[in-house]
C-alpha cells in the first residue's frame, strides 16, 4: 500500500522576497531537498516548485507553492488533487511565526492561524486546521514598522547568518516528523 505525504514551504516566488522572514518555510524546504540531493522544478497542474522522494512505495512530495503566501491554498488544490492524500495529517506546512522568538522551531499538529494568510488560505483549501506545522520563530516586529514590512523586508547577511542554524533545526524537526510521525517527534523538537 502507497503512503503519501506531502510538505509545503511557504514563501512568496521571485528574488525580491528570496531572502525575507516570509520565507523561511520555502528556505527549510529547500535545504531538505538540498540534503536528499532532490531538485525542485516547476509543476503547473500543482502551481509550485515541486521535488519527489520515492522510498519503495512511500513518496514525499516537497512542493514551494509559486502562488503568493497568500494564496498557498490554490498550490495545495493541484497537490491534493495530485497525490490524493488520505488524511491531513500527511501534510507538513512549513511557515513563519510571529507568536514565536526569532529562532525558535516548534512543531505543532492541528490548531489556528494567528493571522497567517498562508495558513489561512490552506486551511481554506483543506477544510480543516489538523494538519501538521513546523513553527519557525521570527518575532514581533519593534516600534512602528507594520507586520506586513516586517515580514517582507529583506533580511541582512547578518541576519541570514543568524537564522542559519534555526533553518537546519528546521529541517532535522522535519526529517524527524516524516521518520518518527509528528507526534513522537513533538517531544524531541518542542524540548528543545
Do not use: W
Given at each position: ?7 509545503l ?14 520565507n523561511?518555510g520555502?528556505?527549510?524546504?529547500e535545504?531538505?531537498c538540498?540534503?536528499?540531493?532532490l531538485?525542485l522544478?516547476?509543476s503547473l497542474?500543482s502551481r ?5 522522494y520515492?522510498?519503495?512505495?512511500d ?5 514551494f ?5 497568500n ?5 495545495l488544490q493541484?497537490l491534493?488533487?495530485?497525490y490524493?492524500l488520505k488524511?491531513?495529517a500527511d ?8 507568536d ?18 498562508g495558513?489561512?488560505s490552506i486551511?481554506a483549501?483543506?477544510?480543516?486546521a489538523?494538519?501538521?506545522r ?5 518575532g514581533r516586529p ?12 529583506q533580511?541582512?547577511?547578518?541576519d541570514?547568518?543568524?537564522?542559519a ?7 532535522d524537526a522535519l526529517?524527524?516528523a516524516l521518520?518518527?510521525?509528528v507526534e513522537p517527534?513533538?517531544n ?5
Open positions: 500500500m502507497t503512503s503519501v505525504r506531502v510538505v514551504g511557504l514563501g512568496n516566488p521571485g528574488r525580491e522576497y528570496a531572502r525575507t522572514r516570509h523561511l520555502a528556505l527549510v524546504l535545504q531538505a538540498e540534503r536528499l540531493d531538485k522544478i516547476p497542474r509550485s516548485l515541486l521535488a519527489e520515492r522510498n519503495g512505495t513518496v514525499v512530495a516537497y512542493a507553492p509559486q502562488t503568493y503566501m494564496n498557498s491554498g490554490l498550490a493541484g491534493l488533487r495530485r490524493k488524511s491531513p501534510l507538513i506546512v512549513i511557515h513563519d511565526e510571529l514565536l522568538p526569532p529562532g525558535a522551531v516548534r512543531l505543532k499538529l492541528g490548531g489556528g492561524v494567528a493571522g497567517h494568510n495558513l489561512k486551511v483549501a483543506l477544510g480543516t489538523d494538519f501538521a513546523i513553527r519557525i520563530g521570527i519593534i516600534g512602528a514598522q507594520s507586520v506586513v514590512d516586517y515580514v517582507l523586508a533580511l541582512t547577511l547578518n541570514m547568518k543568524g537564522f542554524d534555526t533553518l537546519a533545526i528546521a529541517a526529517e524527524l521518520s518518527k510521525g517527534a513533538m524531541d523538537v518542542n524540548r528543545e
